[in-house]
């Protein structure tokens, strides 16, 4: 096997050559990487910059591309690429004997139309999926794995599994369990939730702190992390607690509140005592306190959905 091309990066501050790696070895770092010396030279030509979200994107742009390389040669290996694994292991995921409709593999995976019907063409012309009209509904169609396609499927996921746990052989069970929390909360900010069936009702909608600040800065407000309310349902307890659109929650029971995790986690930490204390923001500096009650109340629970949060919605729907 030849010598993978490295990887281009991307243009920006995260690019770039490197400077001289005995610079970090001066300042008796033992494990400096790309992504610190590349950040000391950008502190000698501009100090006057906070480049501390580059450390993260930089290093996890980076991450990605050899993540991508490594896997696509998983792949490739056994005649797929990304987009037709992704497609027959969704397929085998959903797990329904007859297949599903070519709409809800179009969802789970976050495509178009004509992306998704693209693709199942190819890999029907492959022999891995059948395409038959849906009976339900004679415009759309039903994709099911071939025997072709399930065996295909039982070679090469644990091969995809291994490259993995490769790529990862550096993390130990707990630091992995540790970026796996942090991952978490960014992900959750970032893709817009609906709460498990078993959560109360509160009756408003909420935006994500990076949308809060783009919505405060448009508006000429100064920028603020919280949590912006989008829409408050009437006779709710949200409303009732005095909540109104644009207040930007702040704390909750005096705790920072800067992503939905932190709400989920302020809630069920109060449904004892049955009320959480929320400071809010309204407007450009008018802080308030409001009581939300979080107590069990029967038949206030939101409606379970099985469709995934995208995140092009980026709201919280309590």
């Known amino acids: 096997m030849g010598t993978k091309p490295r990887p281009r990066p991307r243009p920006g501050l995260d690019s770039g050559p490197d400077p001289d790696p005995s610079r970090s070895a001066a300042r008796g770092e033992a494990a400096a990487d790309s992504v610190d010396r590349l950040l000391a030279s950008w502190h000698e030509t501009r100090p006057d910059l906070d480049l501390s979200p580059v450390a993260i994107f930089a290093r996890v742009n980076r991450l990605n591309r050899t993540f991508d390389a490594e896997l696509e040669t ?155 309310v989008r829409a408050v349902e009437p006779g709710g307890r949200a409303e009732q607690a005095g909540t109104m659109v644009g207040d930007v929650l702040t704390s909750a029971d005096e705790q920072p509140l800067r992503s939905i995790a932190s709400l989920y986690a302020a809630i069920n930490n109060a449904a004892e005592k049955g009320v959480l204390a929320l400071g809010v923001l309204r407007g450009e500096k008018t802080p308030a306190t409001l009581r939300l009650d979080v107590g069990p109340r029967p038949g206030d629970q939101p409606q379970p959905t099985d469709i995934a949060p995208s995140p092009r919605v980026q709201q919280h729907q309590l």
């Open 74 to 228: 998983t792949f490739t290996e056994h005649g797929l690429n990304a987009a037709e694994f992704y497609s027959l292991v969704t397929l085998r995921r959903l797990g329904e004997p007859d297949g599903v409709s070519q709409r809800r593999l179009m969802r789970a995976l976050n495509l178009s139309s004509g992306t998704i019907s693209t693709r199942v063409d190819r890999l029907v012309e492959r022999g891995l999926l059948t395409r038959d009209v849906d009976p339900a509904d004679r415009r759309n169609s039903r994709v099911a794995l071939t025997a072709q396609g399930i065996a295909l499927f039982e070679r090469v996921t644990p091969a995809h599994i291994a490259t993995e746990n490769r790529l990862l052989a550096a993390l130990d069970p707990a630091q992995r369990d540790q970026l796996i929390d942090l991952l978490r909360v960014l992900l959750v900010s970032l893709e817009g939730t609906n709460p498990e069936p078993t959560f109360p009702r509160l009756g408003f909608t909420l935006a994500p702190a990076h949308v809060t600040m783009a919505i405060r800065r448009a508006a000429g407000l100064p920028e603020t992390v919280g949590l912006i």
